[in-house]
């Protein structure tokens, strides 16, 4: 297959070219390739973009989402790949359930999905999952997505045992017991609307032993979900000592500030909570200098049941993945904070150098995963038209530009847009 007319992204660079794939691999890039072909004309041709955090809810919480309806959302929104969090129900936490979602994936035939193991057992924070027969069965990472592994000794064994195997933790960040309840951001806006706050610091902390784990150990570790400017510092001076920390923040805490819960939307609720315009510029700044390596969805599917109750007892969580590109591009590239090659990185590059996947760059020889893209179409996000399960978006009726069109798994096209 020959891929025609694309603006496309290499080394860095735009260029004119056409892509010849054979077998699911990048066989030649060149200005002209004699032959008949897909014609990808006026579209911009990106690596295809790779989501280190979605949550899939198969097995266990279907009714929300499942490995199809979650692949179709995938390639909708230009992603190649997606990395699926293991709190679903039983957990993803041994080789049985990994080999489940690897062969469901590929029954479904979309995007690529790469299971993520628990840390512990059921997580349940108590023992340490089977880390080594989860990643002969095709886990990426290892995480407890969700929750923070607590107890600190087994936070450092499961990053040593981790490491044994080339895998590295995922860490969401949350000291429960300085949450207490909290269902946002505490601020100006949870004193006005008389919702729990949550303070900086519960993400804060863990994100900090986090850190000192990974310096004393000399290991990696990753932070998930970035939402505070503090946390922003605390990464950015651990990199300056050399500490091996990586970090990822999401398009709603880059675009949104606590000021949407005062309608008690239910669905800007989300964990951990949207802060305020000192946390979103701070974290944009991160992502400029290179302290965020990585812009993700955390994807979290919800049923109306979910989110269709007071705001107290709602789900946390935000649908994202066919939003995202659009979202961030608008923010980030329109606005001129980075450039279309530096997006790319923070949306495809950066993500697979963590967690050694395949994919990432537009090159010879690469697998031919690939996104063509309309960065001058400005539509509006209407969460009807979503094909995932969940329409939970605090973003309905908000104008962005970049229309995904064409997505490309192994050569072959996998979402069109008609």
Known sequence: MIYKNAEALIGGELKKVDISVENGIIQQIAPEIKGEGYDLKGLTVLPGLIDMHVHLREPGFEKKEDIESGSRAAVKGGFTQVCCMPNTKPAIDNKVTVSYIKARAREVGLCKVQPIGAITVGQEGKDLAPIGAMKAAGAVAISEDGKSVLETKLMANAMQYASDFNLRCLCHCEDKSLVDGGVVHEGYYSTLTGLKGSIRAAEDIII???????????????????????????????KAR????????????LTLTD??????????????????????????????????DCIVTDHAPHHEDDKRVEYNLAAFGISGLETSFALSYTALVKSGELTLAELAE?????????????????????????????????????????????????????KVYGRVKCTVVDGEVKYEEK
Not at 212 to 221: F, M
Not at 242 to 253: F, K, L, N
Not at 346 to 362: C, D, F, R, V, Y
Not at 372 to 398: M, Y
Request: with cysteine; net charge negative; hydrophobic share 35%.
């Open 208 to 238: 900090a032993r986090e850190i000192c784990l990974a310096e004393s150990l000399n290991l990696p570790v990753h932070i998930c979900h970035v939402s505070t400017y503090s946390g922003v510092q605390l990464i950015r001076e651990a």
């Open 346 to 398: 923070k949306m495809s590059t950066n993500p697979a150098e963590i967690l050694g996947l395949q994919g990432g760059k537009l090159e010879v020889g690469a697998p031919a995963d690939f996104v063509a893209v309309d960065l001058n179409a400005q539509w509006k996000i209407d969460p009807k038209e979503f094909v995932s399960k969940g329409k939970n978006t605090p973003f309905a009726g908000r």
């Open 242 to 253: 050399g500490v091996q920390v990586t970090a990822e923040t999401c398009p709603h805490y």
């Open 259 to 292: 000021e949407v819960i005062k309608d008690f939307d239910t669905n800007t609720k989300v964990n951990p909570p949207i802060r305020e315009e000192k946390d979103r510029l701070a974290l944009i700044e991160g992502l400029k200098d290179g302290t965020i």
